[in-house]
């Protein structure tokens, strides 16, 4: 699956960014767990949140309510709003699909990761 991330940018402490991820002509979309995921400046990628086909959301725990993951599959889109932002959630932001939710942690399981998205927080 091709995945295109976008709607990144500079942004001040406390603000907010949403960002997208859009599966171009991909019409089974809605079958697939959703994972957004994102890369710090020296540090390895980690998973930030994961979405199930039926809606049910689950956040690691720096999320802390900031964030919100949702899905528009007749777009095959996928949405991440990040309010109440902090200079450590810098980084490239990824989003990945998979069959299992279960298994979306394990970042070694994927074959490819499509186009991330630049979120820069300024202190």
């Known amino acids: 699956v091709q995945l295109q991330a976008s709607g990144g940018g500079l942004v001040q402490a406390g603000g907010s960014l949403r960002l997208s991820c859009v599966a171009p002509?991909?019409?089974?979309?809605?079958?697939?767990?959703i994972g957004w995921y994102r890369q710090a400046p020296g540090k390895q990628r980690e998973l930030v949140a994961t979405?199930?086909?039926?809606?049910?959301?689950k956040y690691e725990d720096y999320v802390n309510g900031r964030f919100a993951i949702s899905r528009d599959d007749a777009k095959a889109t996928t949405y991440l709003q990040m309010d109440s932002l902090k200079p450590e959630d810098t980084g490239v932001y990824y989003c990945?699909?998979?069959?299992?939710?279960?298994?979306?942690?394990?970042?070694?399981?994927?074959?490819?990761w499509g186009r991330g998205t630049q979120v820069t927080v300024s202190s």
């Open positions: 002509g991909n019409d089974v979309f809605g079958i697939y767990a």
């Open positions: 990945n699909v998979g069959l299992d939710v279960e298994r979306m942690g394990d970042l070694d399981a994927f074959v490819a």
């Open positions: 979405l199930t086909n039926t809606g049910k959301a």
